[in-house]
């Protein structure tokens, strides 16, 4: 049976509602509208019981106490109060001055880490930005290696937004517990996806967000340890002091509502729906592999998350693929996709050549992924990719045996 | 970011794709001129055969094309601009036609640039073979 088209896989980019999440949000939007930092009548309560239930549904999906649950706008948000609220208050030098102390990051996080960090190069601290292997991980010997007497910060993503490759997130975390350093890790293609206990993986900060876990946008939370070490930071928004004063502001009561309800539901749906879904990536990759030549699953082999896959075919380059496939909504390395001219940062880091980097698409699954779906996207895939080789002029000079590397190509 | 129709039209349908031979082959023969611009880590590269005939008019022309799809849509375009034009006339088509009938976006216009310097590099390699110098007219307008 054909599916219903364009088929939906960008879930790493951002999932659909669930319906069961819209439901528990709309009566937060009428009746129950009231302000949670209103104190003193109903409508305060009831929108505050909302927020609160939600900061159980949030703690619970991560092991975590609820009082060590601030809400924001989202996992960037989350990121930023994270580094720059825990390198503001473990600085050890004031600001305006330089060797304020040392960070530990990696080259291929997500652009919301990066950002701060290389502000905070700015402002007086050091960043070591990791190199990954091959593979895409990170490893604790990595993180070990990098260390410094100065070391106040170590933020490694849990798991890569473009590759889904998984780092070694609960041996940093206590690595950097034994070197009492404070950990940050941003969780947001992890949590949700994957069992995590901040207690056993020894987590001090972790950024998520609701929208990539079938909750609204514009809502997501950061942990904050309270004991053990207890972990501290600098608001970065001043205002009310709401939210242990970590983050001012009237609570977006809808959206962190929808995002308790989503929480819930990945804590009880993850197993069955990883297991789902391991096997459609593995169908995805298997068949694509299989059938198209020159075909290269980038990142660790096994080390990655169950939904998401990026594949280079090499040849023929993403933009045009992905016109190719337009009855499938997904991502691509390519240059062409994105406002600079530069093919992924994170392909690259991995030493995948900036051609293959150009030839690679990202396909993320989710929970209404059906197997049809899977079938349909691997037939126009290959389709795709064997209409644009017809077209290479890469590809024929692959099959005269020309190494297209060793030529002197006119760059423009 | 939509296409144009023009630009889908020419992804899914493109007019003229292939090659007269091998990259061997070609390289022997005076009557086909080649024109082999962009490189595969810029994500794009364009392949354009020309086949010219004894009053230099060029009879039929060819391309390869890997990359986005508004490269691809310019190169067969292209192609077809070129088929019945002299080697001068062809020398007279600018990217800015190519921008233009296509509605390319300014950050795809590197694509029809891309497709004018195919042409221009095909007629080089024709006219070298051959032996025949460029007149000043046509050399300057050459990069």
């Known amino acids: ?412 | 970011m939509a296409y144009s129709d023009k630009v889908v039209d020419h992804f899914q349908n493109p007019r003229n794709v292939g090659s007269f031979g091998t990259s061997t082959d070609v390289a022997k023969r005076t009557d086909v001129g080649v024109g082999i611009v962009g490189a595969p880590e810029c994500g794009d590269v364009m392949q354009l055969h020309i086949k010219v005939n004894e009053q230099g008019v060029i009879e039929d022309a060819k391309f390869k094309c890997f990359g986005c799809g508004s490269a691809i849509a310019s190169s067969s375009l292209a192609t077809e601009w070129l088929k019945g034009k002299s080697v001068d006339e062809a020398l007279t088509i600018k990217n800015t036609q190519i921008v233009e009938e296509l509605s390319l976006p300014p950050v795809k216009i590197h694509c029809s640039v891309l497709a004018e310097d195919s042409i221009r590099a095909a007629i080089a390699d024709y006219r070298k073979k051959n032996g025949i110098v460029a007149d000043s007219a046509t050399h300057a307008a050459t990069h």
């Open chain 1, 1 to 412: 049976m054909a599916p219903k088209l364009p088929i939906y896989f960008d879930h790493a980019a951002t999932t659909r509602c669930d319906p069961r999440v819209v439901e528990a949000m709309l009566p937060y939007f009428s009746e129950k509208f009231g302000n949670s930092s209103s104190r003193n009548h109903k409508f305060g309560w009831e929108s505050e019981d909302g927020v609160e239930h939600a900061r159980e549904q949030a703690a619970a999906l991560i092991g975590a106490n609820p009082k060590e649950i601030i809400f924001t706008s989202g996992a960037t948000e989350s990121n930023n109060l994270a580094i720059k609220g825990a390198a503001e208050m473990y600085a050890k030098a004031p600001a305006g001055q330089t060797g304020r102390g040392h960070i530990i990051s990696a080259v291929h996080e997500h652009k919301a880490v990066l950002d701060p960090c290389k502000r905070l190069q700015r402002e007086g601290f050091d960043v070591t930005f990791l190199e990954p292997g091959t593979d895409g991980v990170i490893t604790a010997d990595m993180v070990a290696a990098a260390l410094r007497p100065d070391t106040i910060l170590v933020t490694i993503m849990w798991a890569n937004n473009e590759i889904g490759v998984i780092n070694e997130i609960p041996q940093i975390g206590k690595l950097c517990h034994d070197k009492e350093i404070v950990f940050h890790t941003d969780a947001t293609q992890w949590v949700g996806k994957m069992p995590t206990d901040v207690e056993r993986d020894h987590i001090d900060l972790l950024s998520w967000s609701s929208h990539k876990i079938y909750g609204p946008k514009g809502a997501g939370a950061l942990f904050v340890r309270r004991r053990k070490p207890r972990i501290r930071l600098e608001a970065i928004i001043d205002g009310g002091g709401h939210e242990r004063g970590m983050r001012s502001g009237t609570l977006n009561v809808t959206g962190i509502v929808g995002f308790g309800k989503a929480c819930e539901l990945c804590q009880h749906e993850m197993e069955h729906e990883r297991e789902r879904l391991v096997k459609f990536r593995r169908k995805l990759e298997t068949e694509l592999s299989k059938r198209i030549e020159v075909t290269q699953v980038n990142g660790h082999p096994e080390k990655r998350l169950p939904h998401l896959t990026n594949i280079s075919f090499g040849f023929v380059e993403g933009e045009s693929l992905m016109m190719g496939v337009k009855d499938i909504a997904c991502s691509s390395g390519s240059a062409c996709t994105s406002a600079s001219l530069e093919p992924s940062y994170v392909l690259k880091s991995l030493g995948v050549g900036d051609e293959l980097a150009h030839s690679s698409l990202r396909l993320s699954l989710g929970r209404w992924t059906t197997e049809e779906e899977v079938d349909y996207a691997i037939e126009q895939i290959v389709a795709a990719v064997q209409h644009l080789r017809l077209m290479s002029p890469l590809f024929d000079l692959h099959k005269e045996g020309i190494d297209i590397s060793k030529i002197q190509w006119q760059a423009h």
